[in-house]
């Protein structure tokens, strides 16, 4: 069986003050469910302060991007090794901002994957296509193809530390969330090129997190689907209520 993984990303947001009370208000309202893995990525400046909060409870401290080197001459970067020494336990890579915005490519992110499981880190490598790659039918070949990619070297015992984050392009921060069915297909699509990668045995314990517009109105039914076992969720993490409520999905 595969352990459900709720994961809040803050992306840029909130100060040390705002990422206390958060976290604050998530441990008062979180119960003691051992069913479901809780992570949160807050921003680099304040993992060494929500590290200590989150320190022996139900959430773990994951981190929002790594640098594949372990140490050196590269100005505003963070080593895997930095993460570990703040209680991360979790890393993302890969997220489509980054490969937007910061010039991540399906080989850089193959190299802080391993970096990241060199290091006892589990790397969330997110993939996902744009709008108009959905549109002219290439989502699928797009997907599996960074799938292939981000996991070229990986070994399939390696693969237990490693989980999958589908978040469509268009999905993310846009209220536009996929159709639980359009994310169920696409899970399926990832799980069968996992199955191809690494055996069907091994394929069937890989966790894919869906991620883009995840609120508490359409968790339930994304949950639902065989193949959706977690979520990435972005704006609808940054409240604790909200957050709490995608955390105690049916
Ligand atoms: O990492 C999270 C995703 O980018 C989803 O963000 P969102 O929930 O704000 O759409």
């Given amino acids: 069986m595969r352990k459900p993984i709720i994961a809040g990303n803050w992306k840029m947001y909130k100060t040390l003050g705002e990422a206390r009370e958060l976290v604050a208000g998530l441990l008062a309202g979180l119960g003691d469910a051992t069913d479901r893995e ?17 320190a ?9 991007e ?13 080593a895997p090794q930095m993460l570990c020494d703040v209680g991360c336990r979790y890393v993302i890579v890969g997220h489509s901002e980054r490969r937007q915005f910061f010039g991540d490519t399906d080989a850089s992110v193959n190299r802080k994957l391993h970096a990241a499981l060199a290091n006892g880190l589990r790397p969330i490598m997110c993939v996902g296509e744009s709008k108009p790659q959905r549109d002219a039918g290439e989502a699928e070949a797009i997907v599996t193809a960074q799938v292939r990619a981000g996991l070229a070297g990986v070994s399939a015992a390696q693969m237990a530390e490693v989980v999958i984050a589908y978040e469509p392009i268009w999905a993310i921060g846009t209220g536009d ?74």
């Fill in 66 to 78: 790594v640098f594949y080197e372990a140490q050196g001459a590269f100005t505003g970067a963070i």
């Fill in 177 to 250: 969330t996929a159709t639980s069915a359009d994310a169920q297909a696409m899970h399926a699509a990832i799980r069968a090129t996992l199955a191809e990668l690494f055996g069907a045995e091994t394929a069937q314990t890989v966790r894919i997190q869906y991620g883009g517009s995840v609120k508490p109105d359409n968790i339930d039914e994304l949950m639902a689907q065989p193949d959706i076992d977690g979520a990435l969720v972005g704006g609808a993490s940054l409240k604790a209520d909200s957050f709490l409520r995608i955390i105690q999905f049916q």
């Fill in 38 to 54: 809780v992570v949160v990525c807050p921003p680099y400046t304040a993992l060494a302060s929500v590290g200590e909060q989150v």
């Fill in 56 to 64: 022996n409870t139900g959430i773990s401290l994951g981190a929002q």
